[in-house]
């Protein structure tokens, strides 16, 4: 519901209320955004006029009213606020204020799309559009507000109404003036093969931000902030969460002012990046999202999850449990020939897998990464029978058939290098930097993105391809188009992720059942904004269980577990080196979209049964896991999650340890979402024995309280000298229980 009142916009969808008001300068003023409050025909008194003497006044013998002080809706520098603006825009006498006056709005049902953007959508929503206008330089800023049942979607469209030309310096999704700065930073860092690690630290006064200048989200920072409150856990207390539907440089940032007001930004990163508008051209922000809980931070990722799942994936799997699949590169790497692909085809349909993935390789003469990208013709040297060939032989084998593409990417070793150098992103008389051996192609020119759609097509509409692996293994150096004039260098970075999405978009509108799963040298793209495209994405190239602990417990912040690509590998784990049991490993692949990497081979017929059992347990239980309410539990030494059906009446919790201590405390974990009423068997897999029975209400206040661990070769042998090692001894254990009511 969206409400105006006394010339107070009051959006609230029942459990969060956001209040913002016209100012006497007509400026919009922040006055209040958390947990839902009752409707009143004014909320001025939440709007505190004070100010020193020596801030600046807007009127003549008004002291208090000054935007230093003052709480902001969508701020722009010049005029009295001394902080880091939503908007600047540089005008052609080189003046970059701006004085953005309220002029109107329009409530409306439903929310419209963004063209070229990725973007919210659904039927059970409200739009307010308000148009703010500065007069001197005819430009009209229009804020957008979408209010879905699970959070607020925030983006603002610039237009150039007057006849100079204008250029964006910055351009914010949305800004949040919060009203004190008690609050502590959750962001998700990392790097190659250890992506969304969590990291939470206190806001101090100044500025804190992450961002990314690489030309991709990345796997250094996601573009996500949360801030919570210091005595916020798991299950309880506030916290605001704040995500970028995009997939470019992004800046998200924390300014804690001098009155301990927290702004918060959020939007396209404003280094290197301008945007030229000339008369009746429109700049449309990609959008942000503004979540409030007060259930903790898996109230907070709940909301994102269900948004994220109901209002922003388009893809028909959305709502559907996903395919088992099994991809052959931590198997072969380059390493394969159609035979040896077909063998592990072979053996996955024996244990169960229903898709199974050809990854890098396929194409041109690449035997390595040195070269063939963009050249996306098979290699009939490795598979005789083309992909459509090998795509057919899968098929007969009762599984779906799915490919690797890396669709940006272009070596110096290939055809489509020697026919058209110009393609490839470069500053001119300036080396190229080489990543992974590779140049990025120049997509924010169309011709370029034709041109690897059309070879992209050549294979998907002759073969039967159900599934895309679209890879991502660099970023972008000398960034330069030499499609845009000298003014508009710095669009580029916005343009080439547009380009990535229209090429995303082309394939969808022709193959509209292909299941896409995005993936940038594991997880360095893992955003909102390819899940409009791509419903999952491949979480890390880390595929050890213990690294994928932290991984996938950081990522579930705000990604849905059916979002997540989690795979099975071999071991020693070829990222770490490190060996756990087979079941540690399956356990924690459960809580992701599932499949296997390795050579199904070259491991024990035992291996083999027991991989053909995690497959019976996960078709029976992945509808649970993937479309479930999931919680986080812990994380640490033990790390546990759960997952709770809709209706309450199943869930399955994981429980990990990874370093085993001798004479350990006894555990016990409070679980969380159950009905409290209801008595659940709790079974143990893959042994399937009847763990216990308790209510609800007891697991949830008391615990469950889990079985001993070995204590130690002393107590648990009596002194025999006799040990019998077990999958439940030593590090890296764990278990999965499975709560079925009665
Ligand atoms: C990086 C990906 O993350 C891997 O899964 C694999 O597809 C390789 N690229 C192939 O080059």
Redesign the pocket.
Known sequence: MILFDNNTFHITNGKISYIFKILRNEHLGQLYFGKAIKHRNSFDHLLVEKATNLAPAVFQGDLDFSLEVLKQEYPSYGTGDFRDPAIQITQPNGSSITDLIYKSHVITKGKSSIKGLPSTYGDNVETLEITLYDVLIDVKVILKYSIFEAGLIRSAEIYNLGTNPIKIDRVMSASLDLYDADFEMITLNGAWGRERHIQTQKIVKGIQSISSARGASSAMHNPFIALKRPYTTEQTGEVYGFSLIYSGNFLAQVQVDAYDVSRVLIGINPFEFEWNLNQGESFHTPEAVLIYSDEGLNGMSQNFHNLFRNNLMRSPYKQKARPILI?N?EATYFDFTEDSILEIAKTAKNVGVELFVL???WFGNRNN?TSSLGDWSVNLKKLPSGIKGLAEKINNLGLDFGL?F?PEMVNEISNLYKTHPDYVISTPARKKSYGRNQYVLDFSRDEVVNCIFEKMYETLSIANISYI?W?M?RNITEAYSCSLDHSHQKEFFHRYILGVYSLYEKLIDRFPNILFES????GARFDPGLLYYAPQA?TS?NTDAVERLHIQYGTSMLYPIASMGTHVAAVPNHQVDRCTSLKMRADVAYFGTFGYELDLNKISTDELGQIEKQIMFFKEHRELIQLGDFYRLQSGNYYSWMVVSNDRKTAILGYYKILAHPNPSLKKIKLVGLDKNSEYKINTFINQKLFTKHYGDELMNCGLILETEFTGLMQAENFTGKYTPGTDKGDFTSQIYILTAE
């Open positions: 991809n590169w990854d890098d390789g990464d690797w890396e692996k890879d293994n993936c940038s040298a594991g491949w190239d």
